[in-house]
T-cell receptor, first 113, second 113 residues
Framework: EAQVTQNPRYLITVTGKKLTVTCSQNMNHEYMSWYRQDPGLGLRQIYYSMNVEVTDKGDVPEGYKVSRKEKRNFPLILESPSPNQTSLYFC????????????FGSGTRLTVV | GDSVTQMEGPVTLSEEAFLTINCTYTATGYPSLFWYVQYPGEGLQLLLK?????DKGSNKGFEATYRKETTSFHLEKGSVQVSDSAVYFC????????????FGSGTRLLVRP
């Protein structure tokens, strides 16, 4: 089944403790992206990647890192999480973002206390 | 900058009623337009898309037509079901290298039996 898999689905952590949210797609898509969803602010892009080793900042990149060492994986790294990063995170991939649309993962609900 | 405006929700309908969710956009160039649906506790699913003016996207009884003259992409369904209860997002894909999706704020639909 074609899908984007994120892990974990739920995570509660403490301020400053490094964490990684994994994202993997099995569709051989070149484009991958991370979004966060917050009440009243909607969905905002954090980082995106057009191909292996090619990444760039989205609208809200502060406090996040990404890497794209393999085509299928696009992990999101929070080096020192803070409470304002409490959010619902989505990974998405696309064959060609402009016309094909994105396939989204099921989301990771992160709480930073 | 590019933006998407959706009608405020929630929209409450009885089963078999006609649905319209309004969406208008502001963008440079000719973006692709999408409707995504988010069921409770799940990620976003692509519902339908249109990539050029006058295109009609359709899926699962839902339709939307890309109207360049009115910069609109309204979602319609002739007869809603309880299972259509979800949050619906209108989105556009930017014409730059970020391939970022710009989302509307979402419209919650509640269908009563």
């Amino acid at each position: 089944e074609a899908q984007v898999t994120q892990n974990p689905r739920y995570l509660i952590t403490v301020t400053g403790k490094k964490l990684t949210v994994t994202c993997s797609q099995n569709m051989n898509h070149e484009y991958m992206s991370w979004y966060r969803q917050d009440p009243g602010l909607g969905l905002r892009q954090i980082y995106y990647s057009m191909n292996v080793e090619v990444t760039d900042k989205g609208d809200v990149p502060e406090g996040y890192k990404v890497s794209r060492k393999e085509k299928r994986n696009f992990p999101l790294i929070l080096e020192s999480p803070s409470p304002n990063q409490t959010s619902l995170y989505f990974c998405a991939s696309s064959l060609s973002g402009q016309t094909y649309g994105y396939t989204f993962g099921s989301g990771t609900r992160l709480t930073v206390v | 900058g590019d933006s998407v405006t959706q009608m405020e929700g929630p929209v409450t309908l009885s089963e078999e009623a006609f649905l319209t969710i309004n969406c208008t956009y502001t963008a440079t160039g000719y973006p692709s337009l999408f409707w995504y649906v988010q069921y409770p506790g799940e990620g976003l699913q692509l519902l339908l898309k249109a990539t050029k003016a006058d295109d009609k996207g359709s899926n699962k009884g839902f339709e939307a037509t890309y109207r360049k003259e009115t910069t609109s992409f309204h979602l319609e369904k002739g007869s809603v079901q309880v299972s259509d209860s979800a949050v619906y997002f209108c989105a556009l894909s930017r014409m730059d290298s970020s391939y970022k999706l710009i989302f509307g704020s979402g419209t919650r639909l509640l269908v009563r039996p």
